[in-house]
């Protein structure tokens, strides 16, 4: 008969296995009195700077060179005999509200509605050549894009912020290209959040770290290590049939 001498060691749990109580989970978010039209047009701007020339290198130059509150800057260059006008670097990006109304209902009277108008415009010398003539689309299609993937990010975009427009207009010449992009908003004066899908919990690091080897930012509470389980406890290798 064959006997094993080496008996298979089993973990054996602690007598007393320290609990940390889970702390309370705060899920009343504060909410903060604000200009809804203002972070709604500093939030499209953010995106908008992300924006880079090169869409295949992330870390270009950033494609609009101005990016401004519309107030009729552009129309006033164009005709004016004098420009008193400040300088304005092309490609560039207006953005102004037109149609904004409130609802006046008792039980609504914060909220509103409006559309949002993003006057994009480019300054190819050769817009018409075919290798180039349908950038003005492209352009469209990224600003789109761009907008789609960070509206979640901004509070006073995640309302109601909806594609709803797209011109292009052919009143401007001397290479300069205009296009619009209109986007229909919904918005409330309360409508921005100081902790925006903030929320507080509690991890325990595994086994394969410990407290003590996270710096300040990630152990602020200056926990101790986990006695159990221990590394050699849990990790190893099993047979399948096992």
């Given at each position: 008969?064959i006997?094993?001498?080496?008996k298979?060691?089993?973990p054996?749990?602690?007598e007393?296995?320290p ?11 504060e909410?903060v009195?604000t200009?809804p039209m203002i ?7 953010k ?8 869409p295949?290198n992330?870390?270009s130059?950033r ?6 509150l519309?107030?009729g ?8 005999t004098?420009n008193?006008e400040?300088g304005?670097v092309f490609p560039a990006?207006?953005i102004?509200f ?8 008792t039980?609504?009277?914060a ?8 006057h ?12 180039v003539?349908c950038e ?6 990224r600003?789109?894009?761009a907008?789609?993937?960070?509206k ?5 975009l995640?309302s109601?912020?909806q ?5 292009q207009?052919?009143t401007?010449d001397?290479?300069?290209?205009p296009y619009?992009i209109?986007?229909?908003?919904w ?5 921005s959040y100081?902790y ?12 394969f ?5 996270q710096?300040?930012i990630?152990n602020p509470?200056?926990l101790p290590?986990?006695?159990y389980?221990?590394f050699e ?7 399948k049939?096992e």
């Amino acid at each position: 008969m064959i006997i094993d001498k080496h008996k298979p060691t089993h973990p054996t749990e602690p007598e007393e296995v320290p609990v940390v109580p889970e702390p309370e989970i705060d899920e009343v978010q504060e909410v903060v009195e604000t200009n809804p039209m203002i972070e709604a047009y500093k939030a499209v701007r953010k995106i908008l700077e992300s924006i880079p020339k090169d869409p295949k290198n992330p870390k270009s130059p950033r494609l609009f060179k101005t990016i401004k509150l519309g107030n009729g800057q552009l129309n006033r260059i164009k005709y004016n005999t004098h420009n008193k006008e400040y300088g304005l670097v092309f490609p560039a990006v207006f953005i102004h509200f037109i149609n904004i109304y409130y609802n006046v209902g008792t039980s609504s009277i914060a909220e509103g509605k409006g559309t949002m108008r993003i006057h994009y415009v480019l300054n190819r010398l050769n817009n018409s050549d075919d290798e180039v003539e349908c950038e003005g689309m492209e352009v469209y299609k990224r600003i789109v894009s761009a907008i789609e993937a960070q509206k979640a990010n901004f509070p006073a975009l995640v309302s109601r912020f909806q594609l709803e427009y797209w011109d292009q207009p052919l009143t401007f010449d001397d290479a300069l290209q205009p296009y619009w992009i209109d986007y229909q908003i919904w918005f409330q004066d309360f409508t921005s959040y100081a902790y925006k899908n903030y929320q507080d919990v509690y991890v325990t690091v595994p086994p394969f770290t410990q407290p003590s080897d996270q710096n300040e930012i990630a152990n602020p509470d200056h926990l101790p290590n986990h006695e159990y389980p221990k590394f050699e406890d849990i990790a190893g290798f099993k047979d399948k049939k096992e």
